[in-house]
């Protein structure tokens, strides 16, 4: 059967169970990109029968889906290398922010003092212990996001 078959196209085939087998796609280096007949019984339980549908393919193109499908495999391992470290990253700067927080509850700002202006009963509270918190904690961010960034 030629290369340019559609799968659609191809007959029914029967192992030796005499069950319909399955289409299989190859990637070892000597049958890559070649599709298959194979038992569909699950491992264990399948017979050795299988059967090759599709012609030899020229030894390039051989060659080239061998290449793509290896670094392929090396582009998902480096995918998930790359999520496993970024949750790491995640994990270290969510307790460096926690415990940043927490010291941060612990800093006592003195009350605040009241002050009269223009010799009027007009007083002014300057009570900046919100606004001094949120800058500290801006601030502690900010180290922790520069330090992620320099572990990188």
Request: net charge positive; charged share 30%.
């Amino acid at each position: 059967m030629s290369r340019h078959s559609s799968v659609s196209s191809l007959s029914t085939v029967k192992c030796q169970c005499g069950i319909a087998t399955r289409i299989f796609t190859a990637f070892t280096p000597t049958n890559v990109g070649r599709r298959f007949y194979k038992c569909s019984k699950p491992n264990g339980y399948k017979c050795d029968y299988w059967k090759l549908v599709d012609d030899p393919l020229h030894p390039r193109a051989e060659n080239h889906i061998h290449n793509l499908k290896k670094e392929n495999d090396n582009l998902h391992r480096e995918k998930k290398d790359l999520e496993t470290r970024m949750a790491d990253h995640e994990k270290y700067l969510t307790s460096e922010i926690e415990e940043n927080c927490e010291r941060l509850n612990e800093i006592t700002v003195p009350k605040s003092e009241e002050v009269v202006v223009d010799n009027e009963d007009v007083v002014v509270d300057k009570s900046n212990k919100k606004v001094y918190k949120m800058w500290i904690v801006i601030a502690m961010l900010w180290c922790c996001f520069a330090a992620f960034w320099m572990m990188k």
